[in-house]
């Protein structure tokens, strides 16, 4: 069952914005269904013990914080407005049960076939994503539909080079340790590393090169060797050598994209001002926004329900009550995963720690770690590590 699980988890994870499901008058991305159906199957099995979990408590404080929130600003709402916000809470409530309760049902004898599942998730995402470098190159085309207009830049399935750049490097971390643990097939997982990279280098992310600098960085600690420290020195080379990166990096304090990001950022922090305890709500900004924007460039598209920032985004929802619980739910689970690192056999420990450190600094610069399949990618992360730490 276990097995099972993760597979459907990521088949809809790698099918991003590419495969979408009509459920009444909306279509939700096929990730969606798939948790849905991957909760099914676990509460046939679930155990009592997971209440006993106090990083599920934590969690459902933090989840807890945020229906408060949503809860104390219903005024001025609309019915349709209300069940929008509910939706998107359970929907968050659905993705945390679903870690937890397919980390109370793991069968650590599986460990080999979670590991290969995963590679052939990344090489999947990495392979629609070429294709779609190939076929569509200028994102232009889709400017009506919402989609923000990228040349000649990787957007992968995920349909943002950001988001896209930032699942790559957690691909990046993955290969990086299976080779440090000289796993069997070690070629298969050179290549892969190669890829992910090359794929990385073509979404001509900022945001993906600060984050696989955090995970070079994160490697260097938790892993301890001469290899970390080489991708470390490899970065450092692709940014001074590689024509595009260094015309992103040189347009990084003046291009239009910082200045939209500026505004937001703004813009975040001035709700935070207003609404410090309990923020607007939880998942209204889409109304509070039409009514607070700074700039109407920002207005539109799928931008709408965050800004770029995941930090600024809990605190303007949820205000610092609901930011503190978030914290606090992260921390707990890094202090089950920290003292495992030191073992270079606790692999999804190790992945863990660098993936959350990877979420902490992508995610001052977008929304990285409310994105539906980076949140789904890290709970997977932290389910593994806690099954792992229990052994």
Request: hydrophobic share 60%; proline share 4%.
């Amino acid at each position: 069952m276990d097995r099972l699980v993760l597979v459907i988890i990521l088949v809809g994870l790698v099918a991003g914005q590419l495969l979408r499901v009509p459920v009444l008058n909306f279509t939700v991305p096929l990730l969606d269904v798939a948790m849905v159906v991957a909760c099914g199957l676990l509460l046939f099995r679930s155990t009592p013990t997971l209440w006993r979990s106090v990083p599920f408590r934590w969690f459902l404080v933090f989840v807890g914080a945020l229906l408060l929130s949503l809860l104390l600003n219903l005024r001025g709402l609309e019915v349709g407005d209300v069940i929008v916000a509910g939706a998107y809470w359970a929907r968050l409530v659905l993705y945390g049960l679903v870690a937890f309760l397919w980390w109370q049902q793991i069968n650590w004898h599986n460990r080999g076939f979670f590991l290969s599942a995963l590679g052939i998730a990344f090489a999947s995402f990495v392979a629609i994503s070429f294709i779609q470098f190939g076929l569509f190159p200028d994102f232009e085309i889709f400017e009506y539909l919402g989609w923000d207009p990228h040349r000649f830049r990787l957007v992968g399935t995920f349909f943002d080079p950001n988001f896209s750049a930032v699942f790559l490097v957690f691909g990046t971390a993955l290969t990086f340790l299976v080779l440090m643990q000289k796993q069997s097939q070690p070629w298969s997982w050179l290549i892969a590393l190669g890829i992910n990279l090359g794929a990385l280098v073509l979404t001509v992310s900022r945001t993906g090169l600060i984050a696989l600098g955090a995970a070079a960085v994160g490697l260097v600690v938790v892993v301890r060797n001469r290899w970390a420290w080489a991708l470390l020195g490899l970065l450092m080379m692709g940014g001074l050598l590689i024509p595009s990166i260094q015309t992103r990096l040189l347009d990084a304090l003046s291009g239009d994209s910082f200045q939209f990001r500026l505004q937001s950022w703004q813009e975040g922090w001035h709700l935070v001002q207003t609404h410090p305890w309990l923020g607007v709500g939880y998942n209204t900004l889409p109304i509070v926004r039409e009514s607070t924007i700074f700039s109407e460039e920002v207005l539109g598209g799928h931008a709408m329900s965050g800004f770029d920032s995941s930090l600024l985004t809990i605190a303007a929802t949820s205000g610092f009550l609901g930011l503190a619980a978030f914290i606090i739910f992260v921390i707990v689970l890094l202090f089950v995963a920290v003292p495992k690192v030191r073992n270079h056999h606790n692999l999804f420990s190790r992945w863990f720690v660098i993936n959350t450190g990877v979420l902490v600094v992508a995610s001052v610069f977008i929304n990285a770690w409310l994105y539906p399949p980076l949140l789904t990618l890290w709970l997977v992360t932290a389910s593994l590590s806690l099954a792992e730490t229990s052994q």
